[in-house]
């Protein structure tokens, strides 16, 4: 005689069995060989700022948590990632002080007063940035040349500047091949740059492993490869035509991929699922409007780098699109034969 | 972009199948229960009137109960034997309902009993249908709707196709396989009666790519002067719903909110196709169906043909099922209805028994925010914006669903939800809103009334 009671469940009864937490993962694992390869041209300082960067997200988003009695979210992993992309953003001679406000900021402003996962409409570790970015400009653009040769035995002396005095620099020999090109106009090599033997931020100097990482996510499809496919495409073929135009005034298409943070934004930042538009056709455009926009920031902007910028005005634009471009509901054209 | 491809219809979903298990074991009689549990509501419609009293002894397909109006039908004894008690019986949705309670005769012989033959040469559209009606026979793919109903074409419209679902894009369920394969003639019987009584020229068989074997052999049967073609379409779920159906076969849609009939089309289950051909040239009522009862939890796998009204526990209880069961479901693993009760009978609806030990379900899948991944939207046969409809239905902003987001299109497929990593239940979400939202027009509209 059967008497169990019987658990009672909504269909669907089966589910396609990939879960939130486990992308999230993935994503982490993806951005492992672009980590490693930071502590290995900057050595232990790299470390440091990954490090703290990680620590203060996650410790905010626990802390924020329980202070608004609700169940700690870090299982989701997503404060990670926040955490680890801010981390390879940064110069690695950042004050670390500076590093850990960095995540309070991106855990705090970037995501909670949204209303947490989901609900923010920034890429968080961007916003940190772009928040640190007007709080210690010099700091933030301060270089530091990689492959030292103390670079495993000794930290920069920036890097444990007390919290609030002003750090004293020593790397300013480090400039980037982005500020190079805007303010002396050198253009440095192709496969140097692909390859990360040039200073830069943290993680974002070698383009062949963080497209690794991202070819990788796309393959177990959990990143949407539209998003960089649209970046990537329209940053080489605006840079192009403008190349073509004069070889002389303009970057090479290459140089413009493969330089400053463009792959490590088109790759893991621009496609945070929650700030990019939900159709296919949608994240075509948003990927096309961040491309346009690096270029136009490079070359005729201010700065020598303007992927945070382009992709959190792509954010901003997500919602837009997503009201606009809504595909077409079965039943509602004129169809009949 | 185009607009459709060939042969199929936009986004749906390819869950795993868990068909082999019992599309290859053939369509076996089940033993008869001791007593019939039979509700008078099987269909969708008004429930059946009761025309028996208790102690009347009845004959196996005896009238029991009459249509209870135009969108019923009416029940028949699926066994000889004697009405024990006309009381409220329970059903799967939880609500008790008035039905019957027939104690089967002993080891009885199982005459069928015969009414008037509905003859397909002499017979007139109009014969066929009432003859449908009178048969007892409602959509068996799972919706349950009064298939005369369907059939009736509009004064003002014609039906150009007649088509043939034999897709059974659920997992796991392979009764309609088996039927294609066991009951050619029936089914060709029945296209013959449906033609009839539509006035369609043409037939389309719709079959999965997966079930090659169905369509081959359903080629082979076919007979010379029947207008009927076999096309096979690609392995995609939602595919048997009537509407994608259609735009996988014809290549247009449905409009919105509207019938198959609005493109000159009408949409059959094959399993009921092959019932309406055994059962109008005998002037029979329905009493059995075949039903797939799979799952890990079952010992004796199988496609049974198995009286209509059969005590579900009584059924588990002859297939064996471990110790350890956790979730029972009648239908498919995407739309089927989770048990709660094993009292409850096989009705005419049920077209598998799914059983799940503790092991086999993932329990309390945590869930997660939103996290727009689009998964849902690229699944949405309809193309709508679940992940929106979802964060709309949270706050209960039920008429922006309405007007802005297409709710009431959304047929509950749950292929959202299947594919969603946060295991956002958003086609519960969708149900309910749905169902406030009916609700609330029933109320405009008797208000309007009274003015
Ligand atoms: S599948 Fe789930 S998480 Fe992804 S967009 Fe849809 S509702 Fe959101
Ligand atoms: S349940 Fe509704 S919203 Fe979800 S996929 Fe099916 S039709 Fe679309």
Sequence with gaps: ?337 | MLSFHKNTFRHGVHPPEYKDETRGLPIRQFPFAPVIILPTVQHIGAPSEIVVREGQEVLRGQLLAKSGGYVSVPVHAPVSGTIRKITNVPTITGKMVPGIYLEAFPASGQEVMEGTPIEIETATGEEILQGIQAAGIVGLGGAAFPTHVKLKIPEDKCCEVLIINGIECEPFLTTDHRVMLEQADDIFMGIRYLLKATGAKRVIIGIEANKQDAAKHLKGQAPNDLPVTIKVVPVKYPQGSEKMLITSLLGYEVPSGGLPIEVDSVVVNVATTAEIGRLLPHGRGIQERVVTITGPGVKKKGNYLIPVGTPLRYVLEQVGVDKHISEVYMGGPMMGVAVSNLDISIVKGTSGILVFGEKDVKKTSKVYPCIKCGACVDACPISLNPSRLGILAKFEAYDQMVEDYHLLDCFECGSCSYVCPSHIPLVQYFRLSKSIVRKRQAIKQAAANVN
Excluded at chain 1, 43 to 53: K, R
Excluded at chain 1, 125 to 145: D, E, H, K, S
Excluded at chain 1, 271 to 299: A, E, Q
């Design chain 1, 1 to 337: 005689m059967l008497t169990r009671t019987l658990n009672i469940s909504t269909s669907p009864h089966i589910a396609k069995g990939i879960s939130t937490d486990v992308i999230m993962q993935n994503v982490v694992w993806a951005l492992v060989p672009a980590t490693l390869f930071a502590a290995y041209s900057f050595g232990i300082s790299a470390v440091l700022v990954i490090s703290v960067s990680v620590i203060s997200c996650v410790l905010t988003e626990h802390f924020l948590c329980k202070f608004s009695k609700k169940g700690s979210t870090i299982s989701d992993w997503s404060a990670v990632i926040t955490g680890l992309l801010l981390g390879l953003t940064l110069p690695p001679i950042f004050p670390l002080w500076m590093t850990f406000c960095g995540g309070v900021i991106a855990i705090a402003l970037g995501k909670f007063v949204f209303g947490g996962l989901g609900y923010n409409v920034f890429n968080p570790a961007l916003v940190g940035r772009a928040v640190l970015q007007a709080a210690f400009p010099v700091a933030i653009t301060t270089w530091y040349p990689a492959f030292l040769e103390n670079r495993f035995t000794s930290v920069a002396t920036s890097l444990t500047a007390l919290p609030f005095m002003q750090p004293t620099f020593d790397g300013t020999s480090g400039a980037t091949p982005l500020s190079a090109f805007k303010f002396d106009h050198i253009t440095a090599n192709t496969s140097d740059l692909a390859l990360g033997l040039v200073s830069g931020s943290t993680g974002e100097t070698c383009a062949a492993l963080i497209f690794l990482g991202g070819l990788y996510l796309i393959a177990r499809n959990m990143m949407n490869w539209r998003i960089p496919v649209a970046i990537l495409g329209s940053v080489f073929v605006f840079s192009g035509v403008l190349y073509l135009f004069d070889s002389q005034v303009y970057p090479s298409p290459v140089f413009m991929i493969f330089s400053g943070g463009l792959m490590l934004g088109a790759m893991f930042m621009a496609t945070d699922m929650v700030g990019s538009p939900i159709t296919s056709l949608g994240v075509v455009i948003y990927g096309v409007f961040i491309g346009v926009l690096v270029v136009v920031i490079r070359i005729w902007g201010g700065l020598p780098e303007g992927v945070m910028y382009a992709i959190l005005l792509g954010n901003a634009l997500s919602p837009q699109i997503d009201k606009m471009i809504k595909p077409r509901v079965y039943g509602t054209a004129n169809h009949k034969k």
